[in-house]
T-cell receptor, first 116, second 116 residues
Framework: DTGVSQDPRHKITKRGQNVTFRCDPI?????LYWYRQTLGQGPEFLTY????????KSRLLSDRFSAERPKGSFSTLEIQRTEQGDSAMYLC??????????????FGDGTRLSIL | AQSVTQLGSHVSVSEGALVLLRCNYS??????LFWYVQYPNQGLQLLLK??????LVKGINGFEAEFKKSETSFHLTKPSAHMSDAAEYFC??????????????FGKGTHLIIQP
């Protein structure tokens, strides 16, 4: 168990640029989640994949955000035309499960995005 | 809709003293409840979880929590604080009937300070 891996750890970009983050979940985990965490707040749910299918998207996920998990393994989160308000820590988590939400989610160390 | 309230954004205790971090939740269905710890610039680490069964659950690092349905609470305790316990603590709730399609709903967190 190598844990959830996120890349890059830090990203600094200018407003209006596009950015892409990658998440590699724990290998046997079929569920993958993206969260956003701003300073002094708890993580907020963005979206969820079961294998390669994106099953749920939060209202926080504007049309500038897109997430993929093409082969049911790693996932990418892209933000287009970044805005100051996008500055946050983006966390990825994974878990196993075929039914209810009783399996804990395992989190990566996150990607910290700073918009200049 | 679910929600989590963590009373006290900052809690300060002396080393060796009892740690009590409060969490109240709101859920229209039986909840699954979790406590996570976050150290600076890191992701979240699971401390413990309640799904069904025994209402007093034990976790890692000497922490435990008790699910009280009548009080809609899931407070986290540790008998004797260590300096290494200084961190941010998050309570989270999951919908037990969500079938895996919902992310966790987190509280805003409690920053635990340990005084030497």
């Amino acid at each position: 168990d190598t844990g959830v891996s996120q890349d890059p750890r830090h990203k600094i970009t200018k407003r209006g640029q596009n950015v892409t983050f990658r998440c590699d979940p724990i290998s046997e985990h079929n569920r993958l989640y993206w969260y956003r965490q701003t300073l002094g707040q708890g993580p907020e749910f963005l979206t969820y994949f079961q294998n390669e299918a994106q099953l749920e998207k939060s209202r926080l996920l504007s049309d500038r955000f897109s997430a993929e998990r093409p082969k049911g393994s790693f996932s990418t989160l892209e933000i287009q035309r970044t805005e100051q308000g996008d500055s946050a820590m983006y966390l990825c988590a994974s878990s196993v499960g075929t039914g209810g939400n009783n399996q804990p989610q395992h989190f990566g160390d996150g990607t910290r995005l700073s918009i200049l | 809709a679910q929600s989590v309230t963590q009373l006290g954004s900052h809690v300060s205790v002396s080393e060796g003293a009892l740690v009590l971090l409060r969490c109240n939740y709101s859920s229209s269905v039986p909840p699954y409840l979790f406590w996570y710890v976050q150290y600076p610039n890191q992701g979240l680490q699971l401390l413990l979880k309640y799904t069904t069964g025994a209402t007093l659950v034990k976790g890692i690092n000497g922490f435990e929590a008790e699910f009280k349905k009548s009080e809609t609470s899931f407070h986290l305790t540790k008998p004797s604080a260590h300096m290494s316990d200084a961190a941010e603590y998050f309570c989270a709730v999951s919908d037990s009937l969500g079938g895996g399609a919902d992310g966790l709903t987190f509280g805003k967190g409690t920053h635990l300070i340990i005084q030497p």
